[in-house]
T-cell receptor, first 113, second 117 residues
Framework: QKEVEQNSGPLSVPEGAIASLNCTYSDRGSQSFFWYRQYSGKSPELIMSIYSNGDKEDGRFTAQLNKASQYVSLLIRDSQPSDSATYLCAVNLLNQAGTALIFGKGTTLSVSS | DAMVIQNPRYQVTQFGKPVTLSCSQTLNHNVMYWYQQKSSQAPKLLFHYYDKDFNNEADTPDNFQSRRPNTSFCFLDIRSPGLGDAAMYLC????????????????FGAGSRLTVL
């Protein structure tokens, strides 16, 4: 069974600190990797996408991908209380039907002011 | 603005009473997905369409059906809802792009929260 694993948390950091979120996946054929943010009762919204090994930076967010280790992470610098949410890691799964995204259970981040 | 719209946002039904949830999109995306998300759990893929080609996940119960009459609309039918079907149902779309930057990016609707009494 293809899986995406995340620590459920909660991960608690003070305002201004760096939050580090981690994700591992089982399908070596996966080529697309995403981080979605989900506030309670809302639908997921895309934060970052990454397709190649290495780092990708977008403002306060940095995604890191290591395909050999089947590992993808998200760093949030200068964390703000508004960053408090559940962060979902998603990985594409290639199957007979083409492709679909499989999600992890998410890591709950709490940023205290 | 181009978007994905789900109706209704909140649906309350009785045990065993059929329910239909709808999803429409103005993005002209070829692929539409239905996910089920229960409290504190990952969104779980139920099925998806590549254009009119229907793809059912192996563990999706027969109680769940879907229709896509045209590119813009997709429906989720729950024939006999049970208490365990109470969840947020998320519709998402993506353009067909299997590889490369921008591939597989999902755009979600706001979700339909189903309560079963």
């Amino acid at each position: 069974q293809k899986e995406v694993e995340q620590n459920s948390g909660p991960l608690s950091v003070p305002e201004g600190a760096i939050a580090s979120l981690n994700c591992t996946y089982s399908d070596r054929g996966s080529q697309s990797f995403f981080w979605y943010r989900q506030y309670s009762g809302k639908s997921p919204e895309l934060i970052m996408s990454i397709y190649s090994n290495g780092d990708k930076e977008d403002g306060r967010f940095t995604a890191q991908l290591n395909k050999a280790s089947q590992y993808v992470s998200l760093l949030i610098r200068d964390s703000q209380p508004s960053d408090s949410a559940t962060y979902l890691c998603a990985v594409n799964l290639l199957n007979q039907a083409g492709t679909a995204l499989i999600f992890g259970k998410g890591t709950t981040l709490s940023v205290s002011s | 603005d181009a978007m994905v719209i789900q109706n209704p946002r909140y649906q309350v039904t009785q045990f065993g009473k059929p329910v239909t949830l709808s999803c429409s999109q103005t993005l002209n995306h070829n692929v539409m997905y239905w996910y089920q998300q229960k409290s504190s759990q990952a969104p779980k893929l139920l099925f998806h369409y590549y254009d009119k080609d229907f793809n059912n996940e192996a563990d999706t119960p027969d109680n769940f059906q879907s229709r896509r009459p045209n590119t813009s609309f997709c429906f989720l039918d729950i024939r006999s809802p049970g208490l365990g079907d109470a969840a947020m149902y998320l519709c998402a779309t993506s353009a067909i792009a299997l590889t490369g930057p921008g591939a597989n990016v999902l755009t979600f609707g706001a979700g339909s929260r189903l309560t079963v009494l």
